[in-house]
């Protein structure tokens, strides 16, 4: 990869908000296209990226990073060596979920490719920076203890905001629980939900920072504490609401 940090023919993205909803109602027609996930970020985000990425580039840690400059994809797609950390790990819980899942880091490749399919690519820092963001997406889910229900992609994604503030992430954040508030029981907070995930990301320590391997060896537990991350009790409140009216959450979230 090129030592450019931003590669100058980079365009200024504008943002296009009617491009957004746009694609934000192709999401909902059909909630297995992850792509329109990517082009409704890239059609609100403007500046956001580069922001994150000029914070990410002021730390030490972040210096680091980019020193060792590694492809979290293949990292995490390495089962074999994942396996071998001890259980209560954070390599061993993510393990079980990508496998429970039927998850592959490079199945997110794919559908980032297919977005970027008519887009320059640029062979940048930046763009390095842009595929650790998304190739940490799963992981959030692990340490957050946010599900893949269609609220816990909403928390994690309002996690992923707190973390690095994109207005692209969030806003599908806030759709996506309106949407789900409109299923759920009297009193379920799908909002607080949200919220609680956005805030929760803010006071945590950035997880993109972290050196990913030493990360997945470390107690799960520990790990969460280390980092500042807080537990999901609105998330949980949702689930337990649904239960109490006689609904599967993870089943009817799951249609979502």
């Not at 990425?53 to 797609?77: H, M, W, Y």
């Not at 190739?135 to 957050?144: I, P, Q, R, S, W």
């Not at 790990?223 to 807080?230: P, S």
Request: net charge neutral; hydrophobic share 40%; charged share 30%.
């Amino acid at each position: 990869m090129s030592d450019i940090y931003i590669h100058p023919d980079r365009k200024k993205l504008r943002i296009r908000p009617f491009k957004a909803l746009r694609h934000f109602r192709n999401l909902i027609a059909d909630k297995e296209d992850t792509a329109q996930v990517f082009y409704t970020i890239e059609a609100l985000n403007g500046k956001a990226l580069v922001r994150g990425f000029n914070d990410f580039v002021s730390t030490e840690k972040g210096k680091q990073r980019i020193e060792e400059r590694r492809s979290l994809a293949p990292l995490l797609d390495d089962h074999k060596t994942i396996g071998k950390f001890p259980e209560g790990s954070v390599g061993a819980a993510y393990l079980d979920f990508m496998q429970r899942e039927g998850l592959t880091a490079a199945g997110l490749v794919e559908e980032f490719d297919r977005f970027n399919k008519d887009t320059q690519q640029f062979d940048d820092v930046l763009q390095w920076y842009g595929y650790r963001l998304r190739d940490t997406h799963d992981l959030l889910h692990v340490l957050t203890g946010y599900g893949r229900d269609a609220l816990g992609e909403v928390c994690v994604l309002a996690f992923s905001h707190g973390q690095a503030p994109g207005p692209g992430v969030i806003f599908i954040a806030y759709m996506g629980g309106r949407e789900i508030k409109k299923i759920a029981p009297r009193g379920a907070p799908v909002m607080a939900a949200m919220r609680e995930g956005k805030r929760n990301g803010k006071l945590a320590q950035r997880v993109v920072l972290e050196d990913i391997t030493a990360l997945l060896a470390e107690p799960l537990d520990a790990a969460r504490e280390r980092l500042g991350i807080l537990p999901p009790t609105q998330y949980d409140a949702v689930h337990k609401i649904f239960r109490q009216a006689g609904q599967e959450p993870k089943e009817v979230l799951a249609a979502e």
